[in-house]
């Protein structure tokens, strides 16, 4: 009891510098009373310890990660023009002129709202460099950039590739130069996307490696779990993710697995015990504003 | 929900929360707000201990929030004008870019000529920003051609020249030649370990005090409502200077000259040296300078009605808790009497009164117990069977610490068990005109808290609380900090623990604050470790007083309570123990109190340490201090401080109360 004393202790410490208060003991108790008692598992410490595992980016980290991206973008574009014989005050000096030409566009649905405000607001963008939709890119339109808060498995940024050449954009304008801004990324994500389109240019702030798969081999989310302990854990998670949103998302989105929470939302690759609300499951981090959204299914 | 109690490092604090949270302490008002000490006296030692909010009070003094305060305020120029009795200039001494100017293989003449150098460019610095920060307010009374004029002989004799294009007439040029100066410094500072024989080059170097002394002249001369205003120089943490950089500093202040005088922040033991750079010379107390230590200034009533205006002025100023109207930390906090306490000890729950008297089931209380085995074992009038008509008489079901008195005394054998029973009755029935009545009560008084302690024992695993306004008032030891730090503590276990019910229910429980204070003691006892130099010796002495001193609590005869000090002669110390101890004092793990007298007349006066009282959780030890143990000698505390583990646990057994009351039964 001394130990999880000192779990709650923790949980505390980080409910404030992290959770943004939101979280209280409370809360923990009820999202645990979800599980039921297991043989060949101490569910209690199970959840207790898939919290500790849970990554959360609270609003101070996103304004960070949102401008940490877009200066990784323009470091991108000033090196570039280095290469071909500039100055770095005329590099400097080009890349301001030429923000009026980029577009950027949010990903799809309601939530890319809350999202592109907000990449715009932290990073002094102007509003008239924002488009809702991709027939709003003109012929002189230089850049097309899709800002996006987290990219999983990679399929969002494949349909949305699929969805540009099919629109005719570039026949319209062949010169137009596409970029995806994300804050967060997986590794699998990556790497689904640059073998789909090696020309597709993705920048991004965080890289999530395989280690942030919560029941993989190298797992950092329970490091001290044997195995075999670590495949009763999944399989208690994915019967519970299964029966409350099936089996397309019972480990997460396409068996993501991870454990991620961002201010504005908790993106669906992220295990179903955490965020779901059907069948009288208490969640331990509601959707707020009611932005959530499907990340990777379009 | 935001912390009312989060931002207690004033270092961290921005201008605004400094504005925001600030409270003047009462005794320190002249000091603060008028400046009239500083006006007609030398240059101030302003000591403290760490956390008793220096730098707070350095800060607040300083031009930067002055301006900036004035201007939330809507101050119109006139009135600022009327109202500003000094100029501060705050300098802090930050440790590690001061290190950077020892050590890189160059003379100590070279050195010591930069750092004069430095500083000149870096108070200088100060003083024009500060005309940049009047002027941007607009609380400069001259005219553009007065400010021209200001610039110019600025200019004239920092840098004994003239502006060449008018455009540079401006305090910004000013700024920017003495930065690309002092980053010479630093370039040179910098390269210096890498080169074969490093040689400083700048166009100037400036001679100590040509600019802090020669500035503040020029200014008055051109600004006419800065004549007669002294200019203060706060230099904070002057303890992170070393020895070379203080002698440097004291000979300013042996020869400072008006309208410049010196603030000096400083925690206790943190002055290296009062000598200057002339051989001849030193600082003199009250000729030179004058101390005023924040623990002596702030008494006991003002320290208690200071750290409650300063919590309450917090909760005013978050939203949440001003919308629920709850500012007042004294009643959040509350208050509980140690017969409160004692109720939830025999009892297990917060009681002002029990439900049913109920003597058959009170006497298989654990103390009740305890109290029958002594009684039999003192006196063999008293049989088991006619034990309880005894024990009736000498307890009181709704306050167990009468209780435990009456065991302290039958253990003591001060009174006969006849006597004790008809002390207790009269004082229980209150006949206070009884001469037996007020010798008892006094001794009740005396010991209440020492009597929880004794409860306690008899009641494990239970603790002792340490919650209430006033509790945490005594356990933050003097120190503001800690108490901010209890208060934050608190109400972050209340929001996380109760789901900050504190919005409802207005106020924590006493639980919440114990809990939050064990942690804050925790946490206090696991930085001592990282106080540079003797972290470990320090963290190592701590751990054995702390041994030490609860044992004490154990004493069934409680003849020395509340123990949480020692005494020793510092004289007969070595070099080492006197430097660890006096770095305990300076990070304030001890405090050092005012010397006692020996046991007999003529003997040295005795040194006093008191373990900061923030600890007392860890070791379930008091917060205040009573009583009297041995003398430390010196042999002991060497090796409670830098002996080995077998040493160590000789010397601390040697000073336990429990060791003492064997070798007593062995000699009789």
Known sequence: MIEEEKIFQYFSDINETIWENSISKQDIEDWIKNFKPQKLINVRKLALDLLMGFIYYNEDEIHFLCKHAFSEYKRQKIKEEIKKGLSIKDAEILFHDSVSQIKFIGKNGDSSGYFSYLFRQINGLPLENFISSIEEIRSDTSTLIIVDDFIGTGDTVINFNNSLEKSGVFKKNPKIQVYYLSLIVTESGLTKIQSSNPKCKLIYSELLSQDYKAFSEKSSVLPDYQMEERKHAKIVCKKIGEFLEGEMYSLGYKNSELLIGLHHNIPNNTLPIIWSEKKEWVPIFRRKKKIYYSVDSV | ?668
């Open chain 2, 1 to 668: 929900m935001i912390n009312p109690f989060a931002g207690f490092n004033a270092n961290l604090m921005e201008d605004d929360d400094i504005i925001k949270y600030w409270i003047t302490p009462g005794p320190l008002s002249d000091l603060i707000l008028s400046g009239s000490e500083l006006i007609s006296s030398p240059p101030i030692l302003f000591m403290g201990g760490r956390g008793c909010g220096k730098t707070m009070i350095l800060k607040y003094m300083s031009n930067e929030i002055q301006i900036k305060k004035s201007g939330f305020d809507g101050i119109k120029k006139d009135e600022f004008l009327g109202n500003l009795h000094f100029i501060g200039i705050y300098y802090r001494f930050d440790g590690p870019s001061l290190s950077i100017f020892q050590k890189r293989g160059i003379s100590e003449i070279e050195w010591e000529t930069i750092f004069r150098h430095y500083l000149e460019i870096v108070i200088c610095k100060k003083y024009i920003q500060m005309l940049e920060n009047l002027k941007l307010y607009d609380y400069l009374d001259i005219d553009d051609t007065g400010n021209k004029k200001l610039i110019r002989d600025l200019e004239k004799y920092i840098f004994d020249s003239y502006p060449l294009e008018t455009e540079n007439d401006t305090f910004e040029y000013l700024i920017e030649k003495l930065e690309s100066l002092s980053k010479k410094v630093f370039k040179f500072i910098n390269n210096a370990p890498f080169s074969k024989n490093p040689k400083f080059e700048s166009d100037f170097i400036f001679s100590s005090g040509s600019l802090i002394f020669g500035v503040p002249a020029i200014i008055e001369n051109n600004i006419p409502s800065f004549k007669q205003k002294k200019f203060v120089i706060l230099l904070d943490e002057y303890e992170n200077a070393s020895k070379q950089q203080q002698l440097i500093i004291n000979t300013l202040i042996k020869h400072v000259q008006p309208p410049v005088t010196f603030l000096i922040g400083s925690r206790f033991f943190g002055i290296k040296t009062f000598d200057t750079m002339n051989k001849d010379e030193f600082l003199m107390e009250d000729a030179d300078y004058r101390t005023i230590s924040f623990e002596d200034v702030v008494t006991d009533s003002d320290y208690l009605q200071f750290i409650q205006d300063i919590a309450n002025k917090r909760l005013e100023k978050t939203e949440d808790f001003r919308n629920h109207e709850i500012f007042n930390i004294e009643k959040i906090l509350g208050y509980f009497s140690p017969e409160d306490e004692a109720r939830k000890i025999v009892y297990g729950k917060w009681t002002k009164e029990i439900d049913r008297h109920d003597f058959e089931k009170y006497k298989q209380k654990k103390h009740v117990h305890k109290m029958r085995e002594v009684l039999l074992q003192k006196t063999k009038k008293i049989k088991y069977e006619n034990s309880d008509d005894v024990i009736k008489n000498l307890v009181c079901e709704d306050n167990p610490l009468i209780d435990m008195l009456n065991l302290v005394l039958i253990t003591r054998g001060k009174y006969s068990i006849e006597e004790l029973q008809q002390v207790t009755q009269l004082y229980l029935k209150n006949e206070k005109n009884d001469p037996r009545y007020k010798p008892y009560d006094q001794l009740y008084d005396k010991n209440k808290l020492a009597l929880i302690f004794k409860l306690i024992s008899y009641y494990p695993p239970t603790q002792k609380e340490y919650g209430g306004f006033r509790v945490f008032s005594m356990l933050s030891s003097g120190l503001i900090r800690n108490f901010i730090e209890l208060c934050y503590q608190s109400f972050k276990n209340d929001f996380f623990y109760t789901s900050g019910s504190i919005l409802q229910k207005k106020y924590i429980d006493f639980e919440m604050q114990t809990k939050s204070a064990n942690i804050r003691s925790e946490k206090f006892f696991k930085t001592i470790e990282n106080i540079p130099e003797y972290g470990n010796e320090i963290k190592s002495l701590v751990q054995s007083l702390g041994a030490i001193y609860s044992s004490w609590y154990s004493d069934p005869r409680i003849s020395e309570p509340e123990i949480t000090y020692f005494y020793v002669d510092k004289t007969t110390l070595s070099p080492k123990v006197k430097d660890v101890l006096d770095k305990a004092v300076q990070w304030s793990v001890l405090q050092q109190k005012e010397s006692m007298k020996g046991k007999t007349p003529g003997d040295p006066l005795l040194d006093v340490y008191v373990l900061n009282h923030i600890l007392a959780p860890k070791f379930s030890i008091s917060y205040r201090s009573r009583g009297r143990i041995p003398q430390f000698m010196a042999e002991d505390l060497e090796i409670l401080i830098f002996g080995n583990n077998t040493q160590k646990s000789q010397i601390t057994t040697k000073l336990m109360r429990i060791s003492l009351d064997t070798q007593q039964m062995h000699l009789f």
